[in-house]
């Protein structure tokens, strides 16, 4: 076990199963599943499980004492990474301007409406008061979302989780979603609604489409973030979570 507990266990177990999902992304010419930030979850955590059935301890113990150490070194370049998408916004700062109370309210009321749907989703499966408080803030980015998952005593690895499968989907049904509701009429909304739903991924698919929303990803993503931190305590606290 002290073989492994060293921090750059965890820097090169996350770039293998993320290079790993990267190739196999490519290899398959773009099949959704091996979109490489899930492909690098299921992999890693695999590979955990197994060194946990080898070492004969928890797989708690091996990812708390072996990986943890260098995946807090990755996380920590998630919030500069996330910043970086002030770059887009900052080309197109004319249509924040220009819509900024539109694009403020639609986070503000998708934000409610999103979480309001996730509770009734969640009691309705039979999740506990834990698990619905670490659905609560998948809205927004990873790195945001878990430190507020935690703020209100939730599990942040499940939010994660769920952040990360969130893009995954838009990622998959983004260019359906788009012709099928024709979205991309409004370059506004469909910016809007890829940064919110998809986080960085929903944002760099929205840069694909255009300057305008990409910009307006970018605005959802950071906006979303400040959104959440603010109503997530607070509707929980309302809801007697």
């Avoid at 009734?120 to 998948?138: R, Y």
């Amino acid at each position: 076990m002290q073989y492994i507990t060293n921090p750059l266990f965890g820097v090169f177990l996350s770039l293998i199963v993320f290079l790993t999902g990267q190739w196999l992304f490519k290899k398959s010419k773009g099949f959704f599943l091996f979109q490489p930030l899930f492909v690098a979850m299921v992999l890693g955590i695999a590979i955990l499980i197994i060194l946990a059935k080898c070492f004969d301890v928890s797989t708690a113990t091996v990812y708390a004492k072996a990986y943890k150490p260098g995946g807090d070194i990755i996380f920590w370049f998630i919030t500069p990474a996330t910043i970086a998408f002030a770059v887009p916004l900052y080309k197109r700062n004319d249509v924040v301007k220009k819509n900024w109370l539109v694009i403020l309210l639609g986070l503000v009321f998708g934000t409610l409406i999103s979480m309001a749907l996730i509770t009734l989703v969640a009691k309705a499966v039979g999740l506990n008061t834990v698990g619905i408080k670490s659905m609560l803030s998948q809205s927004a980015t990873t790195a945001v979302a878990m430190p507020i998952t935690k703020a209100i005593g939730g599990n942040a690895s499940v939010t994660a989780m769920a952040c990360i499968l969130n893009a995954v989907v838009i990622y998959a049904l983004g260019k359906q979603l788009v012709k099928w509701f024709n979205l991309n009429s409004d370059p506004l909304g469909t910016g809007l609604g890829l940064g919110s739903a998809g986080h960085t991924i929903g944002s760099a698919f929205a840069l694909e489409m255009g300057s305008v929303q990409g910009a307006t990803a970018a605005v959802a993503v950071v906006a979303t973030a400040l959104v959440d931190n603010l109503l997530v305590p607070v509707f929980a606290h309302l809801i007697g979570l």
